[in-house]
């Protein structure tokens, strides 16, 4: 795969990558940011401290890669008989890039772990996340044939063996994030529903548009779709969609940071949310303070003992059997 258009495509996406990685920065910052300010840290937060350190990493070697190449390329080899295309397939395979594609396939596969996680917590059942475990194992698979398919010598990325990994990969990545991002959206429109129509300040924070979006890893799903389908069909615009790769950093960074600012849903909200819809039917009563649940259960039985009693229910049966008397002790 060589030409004007790919050209154009690769010179487009390095464009897009640039600009996506700032917004990979300013994320990364706030995140830090936002644990350096807490007085205590939870284990979750070193984790997430790290978690996002070594995204940034990969993400980091991934654009560098692929800038560095587009400099080689165009610049420093801008002669190279034959020229930028003759230079791509003779050095597609060169070491930096397959260090670039690795750095890729590590921060996806980290990417989508956080989002089988966060659908576990959203779902707070391990069933759920049982086909999306086998899919991402899927995935792990495939990412062995694509790395080897492109980095052995004159291997390319876009031919050869490479090709058929590369098609099955992402096509296992994509459903990966289709199922999951289908159930976390199911499940925060159903709650949602439930709540809105009593405490919408509730639904808002924890169901609202932002909360699907960023908990389901929305753009990701979208953007690594477009890129499937003209992967697939041998298109060379599909190196520019290939941007949907620096979302494998954003995504879950943004997820991490919704889950410091404590606005990202949590096994115990989630059960809350749960156990008081049935609880309560269409739910009269959501809150975030599990306390005051346990008050309004206490008011509900109370108030249902004196409604009982107002409406002529039985009272409690009470023990009116004379006491024993000494009879010797009346007066004769």
């Known amino acids: 795969m060589a030409g004007s258009l790919f050209q154009n495509s690769y010179y487009v996406v390095n464009i897009l990558d640039a600009i996506l990685y700032g917004i990979v920065l300013v994320l990364y910052v706030q995140t830090v940011v936002k644990i350096l300010e807490m007085r205590t840290r939870s284990p ?3 984790f997430m401290m790290v978690f ?8 980091t070697i991934y654009w560098t890669t692929q800038a560095y190449f587009g400099q080689m390329m165009w610049v420093v080899h801008s002669d190279y008989p034959g020229g930028a295309d003759a230079y791509w397939r003779a050095n597609g395979s060169v070491w930096y890039q397959t260090w670039g594609i690795v750095a890729s396939v590590v921060c996806n596969l980290m990417s989508d772990a956080l989002l089988a996680w966060r659908c576990y917590v959203i779902w707070n059942s391990r069933r759920v996340v049982i086909l999306p475990a086998l899919l991402w194992l899927a995935s792990l698979a495939f990412s062995v044939g694509l790395l080897y398919g492109s980095g052995k010598p004159n291997g390319d990325y876009f031919g050869g063996i490479a090709v058929v990994f590369v098609t099955a990969y992402t096509a ?3 459903a990966f994030n289709v199922l999951v991002t289908c159930l976390i959206c199911g499940r925060i429109i159903y709650i949602g529903r439930c709540m809105q129509s009593c405490y919408p300040a509730d639904a808002r924070l924890y169901t609202g548009a932002v909360a699907a979006v ?9 953007f690594s779709g477009v890129y499937l389908v003209t992967y697939a069909i041998g298109s060379d615009v599909a190196n520019a969609f290939s941007f949907y790769a620096m979302f494998t950093c954003i995504s879950p960074l943004m997820i991490i940071l919704r889950v410091l600012s404590k606005r990202a849903w949590t096994r115990e909200s989630g059960t809350r949310f749960t156990t008081t819809i049935s609880y309560r039917g269409q739910t009269d009563y959501v809150t975030v303070d599990g306390a005051d649940l346990e008050e309004k259960r206490a008011t509900d039985a109370d108030v249902s003992f004196v409604s009982s009693a107002e409406y002529g229910a039985r009272p409690p049966e009470v023990d009116t059997a004379p006491e024993e008397m ?3 002790s009346l007066p004769v």
């Open 326 to 328: 000494d009879i010797t």
């Open 52 to 59: 996002s350190t070594v995204l940034l990493i990969m993400n």
């Open 214 to 222: 960023v908990e389901s890893a929305l753009p990701f799903t979208v």
């Open 44 to 46: 979750t937060d070193k």
């Open 172 to 174: 296992s990545t994509f």
